[in-house]
């Protein structure tokens, strides 16, 4: 089953979509949302489906909604924007193709034909300064993008694209929409988000899109996330020190 709620039909011209909804880091998620507040977007579209699950978020009010994935306007760039984030991805896999068929039929019926898709890529370390790496559609959009930063790497360590991002971007070749994955370097934990992929992210999108956007916020938050790391990482130097006995080399704890 799918909703959908059109609050509004605007005139969009070679607008390009770039989605991001919760996944590794919430890296995605969290530059969508980040642009659309930075940016006042405005809402035009809703989407709701049995796939999501099933429950209610009970607001201050005292009111109540089901989870939703949203879409959202910009103009005032060299391009238009439509931005795709929500609450939630599917739970199941047939539902992310019925999402996925269902959102490129409404981006086609708006005559747009180009599709960014924003992700975390997992790492075991958390890394020094977060890469931005890739998958398109296109040869061409591979060397469209190397050219705004985005690393496209060989061989296996980017094997696939898991989820709405991914699924996104292979039905939208097959219908043509052609796209691209940006995938930012962080910790491959589920609950955990990063902050400095995101704005590493954002620094690739904001060049590319030629956006005045004030990245001051995303900025502290980064910084907020490498103390709590730093702390992290002493913390855990402390109880190593109380483990180790002198003279005697640690090689298990558990």
Not at 65 to 94: A, I, W
Not at 96 to 107: G, K, P, R, S, T
Not at 123 to 129: D, S
Not at 238 to 250: D, F, I, R, S, V
């Amino acid at each position: 089953m799918l909703i959908w709620k059109k609050l509004e039909r605007p005139v969009l011209y070679n607008a390009v979509v770039i989605e991001g909804l919760p996944g590794i880091g919430n890296v995605g998620k969290m530059v969508v949302e980040y642009l659309i507040e930075k940016l006042k977007a405005k809402k035009f579209a809703e989407l709701y489906s049995d796939h999501f699950p099933y429950h209610v978020f009970i607001n201050e009010d005292s009111t109540v909604d089901l989870p939703r994935n949203e879409f959202y306007y910009y103009k005032g760039g060299k391009q238009d924007l439509v931005f795709l984030t929500g609450d939630f991805q599917s739970m199941t896999p047939q539902g992310h193709y019925e999402i996925a068929q269902n959102e490129l039929d409404f981006i086609r019926e708006m005559n747009i034909n180009r599709m960014i898709t924003l992700g975390g890529f997992g790492v075991e370390g958390m890394p020094a300064k977060p890469k931005v790496l890739g998958a398109a559609t296109t040869k061409e959009l591979v060397e469209e993008f190397k050219e705004a930063g985005v690393i496209f790497e060989d061989g296996e360590r980017v094997g696939m694209v898991v989820g709405a991002s991914g699924v996104l971007l292979g039905m939208g070749k097959l219908c043509g929409v052609e796209g691209v994955c940006l995938m930012g370097e962080t910790l491959a934990r589920p609950m955990f988000t990063d902050a400095r992929a995101a704005q590493a992210v954002l620094e690739i999108l904001t060049k590319k899109f030629n956006l005045t956007v004030d990245m001051e916020d995303i900025k502290i938050k980064a910084k907020e996330l490498d103390r709590a790391i730093a702390k992290a990482k002493e913390l855990e130097a402390q109880m190593l020190t109380k483990l180790k006995k002198p003279g005697e080399e640690l090689t298990y704890i558990g």
